[in-house]
């Protein structure tokens, strides 16, 4: 062969090579700049309160249990929080809420965690305020179907609700609809979530994530671009995307009179999204791996569709369940309960109103005592003094009970009419068990 043209084999094979070398590199994931993800992630240091409407313990207080208050309703059996569920991060389990007239509302409902930072409310940004936001549920005759002037005067002839106005509001005690969204909104903004292992993370304990979920994280803000719409603390933008989820629902669009804006829905948080489940604003999607898998495979094209959104991802098994175990480590290991909102106390069976002759603790994901015995007519009181959300499911001689979620200072009280022996246990932590003997009275 020529020399000329074995020159010219040899620059052919060396551009092979340095192509090889190039793509090689492409493959693997550029190192993560710690220090930098560490300051973009940092939660600020204190809550915001607007001017107009400053947070007192007294107007958090008023507004955690207008939060509670069915008299808001039009039937005068729902509430705020018959959707918007504690220790479901403050949503209803469901894809969407069934409303007054029978059928499913238009979209799922959506947490309630740090909205104090928010600058628009509802997944079309309708409102521009948390107060603003707080009166719209009211009315709506498919959630809560309540008449606010009727409602208002109904909370106004009660003394103990009309004190508890005055006392939130010195300089204007009236039961009034602007001191109403006041009060709601300033307990809202008392829902900020707890830190997590990812933020002992970003404080910089370097053992706070496993090596999987660090590889998520470099994931996350990587290769699969979802910080380019979930950025900072809470992980959202505040803006609107269409990411390509089928249906027709326009929701920004309307509201902005911009056939551009249509299909695209909020940025929602992935704070405590654990226990949000399902996922997007109809619900659609039922866990971490369906949301991974949508923007890996399922995204519908329009001429809508976010800029933002990655053209393509291509991940592999192993990176999708990286990506799933970062996005875990944004929630608590069990459903945080914020100081803010008031103990309930339920009760079950006869003598459950009497006061209770023994008590049992749940502190620690135990049962104290694990055995107990009673007499018939006597009744037990079973209280959560433990930081995480419990329950109680009890099975006896011809009765069974099972308590709603037994948050963090809940009781539930349970009275007993016939001998015989009953199983109690956590149905959130089956390991928790308490064995209660019942003696006929004699």
């Known amino acids: 062969m020529p020399r000329k043209d074995l020159a010219k084999v040899g620059r052919v094979l ?14 693997k994931p550029a190192p993560l700049d710690v220090a930098h993800w560490r300051t973009v992630f940092a939660r600020p240091d204190h809550t915001p ?14 507004g955690a249990l207008l939060f509670e208050e069915t008299r808001l309703s039009g039937s005068r059996d729902v509430a705020c929080s018959s959707c918007h569920q504690a220790d479901l991060s403050f949503t209803d389990g469901v894809d969407r809420h069934v409303g007054y007239d029978g059928q499913p509302l238009d979209r799922r409902t959506p947490p309630l965690w740090n909205l104090a930072w928010g600058l628009s409310f509802f997944w079309d940004g309708r409102a521009s305020s948390l107060e603003a936001q707080a009166m719209v549920p009211i009315e ?11 409602a208002l005067r109904e909370l106004g002839a009660d003394p103990q609700m009309r004190k508890a106005f005055a006392i939130a509001f010195p300089d204007d005690p ?22 997590t292992r990812f933020d002992r993370w970003v404080k910089g304990d370097d053992g706070a994530l496993e090596p999987d979920e660090l590889a998520g994280f470099a994931l996350f803000v990587g290769k699969a671009g979802c910080a380019a719409c979930h950025q900072g603390w809470r992980f959202t933008d505040e803006a609107f995307h269409d990411i390509g989820l089928p249906g027709e629902d326009k929701s920004r669009g309307p509201i902005l009179g911009l056939q551009a804006a ?43 569709l976010s800029a933002d959104l990655p053209q393509r991802i291509d991940l592999s098994a192993t990176e999708r369940a990286q ?5 875990n480590t944004l929630s608590s290991d069990d459903p945080p309960r914020p100081a803010s909102l008031p103990v309930k106390t339920m009760a079950w069976g006869a003598n459950a109103e009497a006061v209770p002759t023994s008590s049992v603790s749940q502190k620690d994901r135990r049962f104290t005592p694990g055995a107990i015995i009673l007499k018939v007519g006597e009744a037990l009181r079973i209280l959560n003094d433990d930081t995480r959300v419990h329950n109680v499911r009890l099975d006896g001689p011809g009765k069974s009970f099972n308590s709603d979620a037994q948050n963090p ?19 959130i932590h089956p390991e928790m068990r308490l064995s209660v003997e019942i003696a006929q009275a004699r």
Request: charged fraction near 20%; include cysteine.
């Open 174 to 195: 009236g039961v009034t609809q602007a001191n109403l969204a006041k009060a709601l909104a300033a307990f809202q903004r008392t829902l900020v979530s707890p830190e």
């Open 323 to 327: 990506l799933v175990a970062f996005l």
């Open 49 to 62: 309160t607007p001017a107009g409407n400053p947070a007192t313990p007294e107007k958090v207080a008023l």
């Open 14 to 27: 060396a551009s092979l090579v340095l192509a090889s070398l190039v793509s090689g590199a492409a493959d």
């Open 262 to 304: 249509d299909h695209a829905f909020k940025t929602p948080s992935l704070r405590e999204r654990v226990w949000s489940a399902p996922y997007m604003h109809d619900g659609s999607l039922a866990t971490f791996d369906d949301v991974v898998d949508h923007y890996a495979r399922r995204v519908v094209k329009r001429p809508t």
């Open 140 to 150: 709506n005759e498919r959630e809560m179907a309540g008449n606010l002037q009727t």
């Open 409 to 427: 200072g809940d009781t539930v009280t349970i009275g007993f009419d016939q001998p015989g022996h009953y199983d109690i246990i956590c149905g």
